[in-house]
T-cell receptor
Framework: GESVGLHLPTLSVQEGDNSIINCAYS??????FIWYKQESGKGPQFIID?????DKRQGQRVTVLLNKTVKHLSLQIAATQPGDSAVYFC????????????FGQGTILTVHP | ETGVTQSPTHLIKTRGQQVTLRCSSQ?????VSWYQQALGQGPQFIFQ???????GRGNFPPRFSGLQFPNYSSELNVNALELDDSALYLC????????????FGQGTRLTVV
């Protein structure tokens, strides 16, 4: 992905810790949300998604929480590993245009061994 | 790997020139979206193609245009290049009939000098 930008939020954790990355979305009509991971030199990689009729969804080592009241999304990564180091983006999609993803700012996660 | 391939991986162009970027979608995917990712920012939606027609566009000027071919592959064309067009250009594919995640290619890094 991109070289890190000085203005991106950062999260630094130790290997084995749990990580929580937060995202505020903008469109109250959005009904589908995705978390992507972007490593240096690569395109965004799908991690997990959630639809607006749910407030929690779990994957392998990852959990996404959705709070529609305050338009907030979070990604929890359990037992964070050095390979999890990357930039993480949330993206939202409204039902009016399924293909148009609106991405958040991104958070840089650094995992120290 | 997502099965979405983009070419070229890197490109340097001069201001005022024209550029064509290419994308092959994942097998079974009939919709292709293009995104521009400036340094340190999240991807910005340019447009989407389905059934060889543009069916959604972001806030980009007309000098950004595209094509989709019968095999669902796609091209992004940018005319009259400007310095600010320097970015990572990402292609994503999905099935139009399903509101599911889009799978991204590795991107084309365009530098305009």
């Amino acid at each position: 992905g991109e070289s890190v930008g000085l203005h991106l939020p950062t999260l630094s954790v130790q290997e084995g810790d749990n990580s929580i990355i937060n995202c505020a979305y903008s469109n109250s009509a959005s009904d589908y949300f995705i978390w992507y991971k972007q490593e240096s030199g690569k395109g965004p990689q799908f991690i997990i998604d959630i639809r607006s009729n749910m407030d929690k969804r779990q994957g392998q080592r990852v959990t996404v929480l959705l709070n529609k009241t305050v338009k907030h999304l979070s990604l929890q990564i359990a037992a964070t590993q050095p390979g999890d180091s990357a930039v993480y983006f949330c993206a939202e999609n409204s039902g009016t245009s399924y293909g148009k993803l609106t991405f958040g700012q991104g958070t840089i996660l650094t995992v120290h061994p | 790997e997502t099965g979405v391939t983009q070419s070229p991986t890197h490109l340097i162009k001069t201001r005022g020139q024209q550029v064509t970027l290419r994308c092959s979608s994942q097998s079974g995917h009939n919709t292709v979206s293009w995104y521009q990712q400036a340094l340190g920012q999240g991807p910005q939606f340019i447009f989407q193609y389905y059934r060889e027609e543009e069916n959604g566009r972001g806030n980009f000027p007309p000098r950004f245009s595209g094509l989709q071919f019968p095999n669902y592959s796609s091209e992004l064309n940018v005319n009259a290049l400007e310095l600010d067009d320097s970015a990572l250009y990402l292609c994503a594919s999905r099935k139009q009939e399903q509101n599911t995640e889009a799978f991204f290619g590795q991107g084309t890094r365009l530098t305009v000098v």
